[in-house]
């Protein structure tokens, strides 16, 4: 069949070609933005958008948290606000948090589907983190609760392999303390977490012999993941700009290409290797479960999928926890008398002849404070956004299904009417009149989430956040570096998690 083309369009010269494209970009623009409009009645208040951008001229990139907190002053704890032309409602307070993620946790247990940087990095929203909610996510989350308990434990207790590791940086550290070296915490950091979650992954210690390349790729993985998420993820709000090589575009494409490597590479290490009898690790876990569950039918674990769940472990279990090391010890720094009570607790519940335990935490109250203090202060500023899996409620407000929600945990964490001088470093705040430490005495606080879509490593990041803390502080004197200014705690930078501003410091072996 002969298709035919209208004879003016060969009469057209190039000005015009642009000229019709600008009129139907236009058409484009005004039929999106009044669809837009329309779908404003689904949802709960919020400020009125403009074509394009939306509210995202009115929210602050740097502090975008302390935006949303205003407009929940303006709109209510539940509102919404336009992200480019999506809509999303944000849950600014506890109560209507609680409400949706633990009284009516199924209902918002779903994930966006539209998120061009995850759909990339997940091969298509495979994984656990931003994986939708079905049977196949709930089985594979248990499988990953599951095996993370067993093999943080295996062989070894979690907290030997913590002491192992933290033992390593107390070495390099004295090395840069005798040569009157600045210290960057965030590699030190990084590679007590990366040798601890390396360990429990695939059931070998980071060895600078055998494993080297491994520990180089997992760090540069951690610099790029952050590259990709500090320009704003910004084709989540305008998507036509995945076309366009921004920074952005640029750092998601390299992260993808470390990330399938090293995941392809260790899966057939460990499938070739694996001994069925005695599982060594928690990828050897992952392999044989997905296995059993194969034969019964019904559902289908893939290799993407076990590949994507240790990945998700990778960027949720190294990330927040370096982070929320480097944001404490600025916290004490700028608060000395802080630092000085936790080493005079150490030091009488331990002594000088050995390092504090986890079984030393109830007699260690202030420490255990100092942790809850910093993941309240430090915890990043939102959840990965949820979607309601069917039409439901939150604060008395009617969502239809598929309704993007996002919590702002910074909010809920600030909050007067339950917190005193909530900006304030205060550890004391958690301890009850006994001065014994109470992790349930405050009610608005939730660092790692809640409900369905909690954080699978709360078992793992207290306990390292006290050990490698307490370990530390009782082991080095931690200073300023007076050649460089310490940055002030309201600092920031945004990205895949809140990071405080660089700075180093000097550090000098307690005798």
């Known amino acids: 069949m002969a298709v035919i083309v209208p004879s003016f369009i060969f ?26 409009l329309i779908q404003l009645k689904n949802y709960p208040p919020g400020p009125f958008p403009v074509p ?46 609680k409400e949706a993620l633990l009284k009516k946790s199924e209902d918002f247990a779903g994930r966006p589907q539209d998120n061009y940087l995850f759909k990339m990095l997940t091969r298509d929203f495979q994984d656990v983190a931003v994986g939708d909610y079905n049977k ?42 005798t040569n009157g070296e600045p210290v960057n915490l965030e590699d030190e950091f990084a590679l ?22 491994d520990l180089q790729t997992i760090l540069n993985y951690m610099k790029v993941f952050h590259d990709a998420f500090s320009h704003g993820n910004l084709t989540s709000v305008f998507p036509l700009l995945r076309f366009i ?48 569950i194969n034969k019964e039918g019904e559902i289908q674990i893939t290799r993407d999928n076990i590949e994507l769940v240790f990945g998700d472990m990778m960027v949720g279990g190294i990330d927040t926890t370096v982070v929320n090391l480097l944001w404490t010890i600025l916290y004490l720094l700028h608060n000395p008398d802080v ?55 939150v604060g008395g407000h009617n969502l239809k299904k598929g309704t993007p929600c996002l919590f702002n945990i910074w909010t809920a964490h600030r909050d007067e009417k339950y917190w005193e001088n909530p900006n304030e470093f205060k550890p004391s705040r958690w301890l009850d009149e006994e001065g014994k430490f109470n992790q349930h005495l405050h009610p608005s606080y939730l660092p790692f989430g809640l409900g369905k879509r909690s954080c699978v490593g709360e078992t793992t990041a207290r306990p390292e956040l006290f050990l490698i803390l307490s370990r530390l502080i009782v082991s080095f004197k931690i200073s300023a570096n007076p050649n460089q200014p310490l940055p002030k705690t309201s600092e920031e930078i945004i990205a895949s998690v809140k990071y405080p501003l660089p700075y180093t410091v000097m550090v000098e072996e307690r005798k």
């Open 11 to 36: 009469n057209l010269n190039f000005f015009d070609i642009l000229l019709y494209a600008f009129i139907t970009l236009i058409i484009y623009t005004v039929i999106v933005y009044v669809e837009h």
């Open 52 to 97: 394009v951008l939306g509210n995202v001229h009115q929210i602050d990139g740097r502090r975008p948290q302390e935006s949303l907190q205003k407009f929940g002053k303006i709109y209510g704890d539940v509102f919404s606000i336009s992200f480019g032309m999506s809509r999303v409602v944000i849950v600014n307070t506890i109560e209507p948090m």
């Open 136 to 177: 196949k996510w709930i089985l594979l989350r248990k499988t990953m609760l599951r095996g993370l308990k067993t093999f943080a434990n295996h062989f070894e207790k979690l907290e030997c392999k913590v002491a192992r590791e933290t033992e390593k940086c107390q070495k390099r550290l004295a090395k840069k303390e």
């Open 192 to 213: 007590i977490i990366v040798g601890v979650l390396y360990c429990i992954m695939f059931g070998e210690e980071i060895n600078e012999n055998v494993n080297e390349g």
């Open 245 to 292: 090589p921004i920074p952005e575009n640029q750092a998601t494409k390299k992260l993808k290409d470390i990330t399938d490597d090293f995941l392809k590479q260790k899966y057939d290490h460990h499938l070739a290797t694996l001994d069925k009898e005695d599982p060594k690790c928690f990828l050897d876990h992952l392999i044989l479960t997905a296995e059993e």
């Open 339 to 393: 630092h000085q009570k936790a080493l005079e607790e150490i030091e009488r519940v331990v002594g000088t002849g050995r390092y504090p335990e986890l079984q030393d935490r109830p007699s260690m109250p202030y420490m255990m404070s100092i942790v809850n203090e910093s993941l309240r202060l430090t915890s990043g500023p939102f959840t990965l956004p949820h979607t309601t899996t069917k039409a439901t409620s």
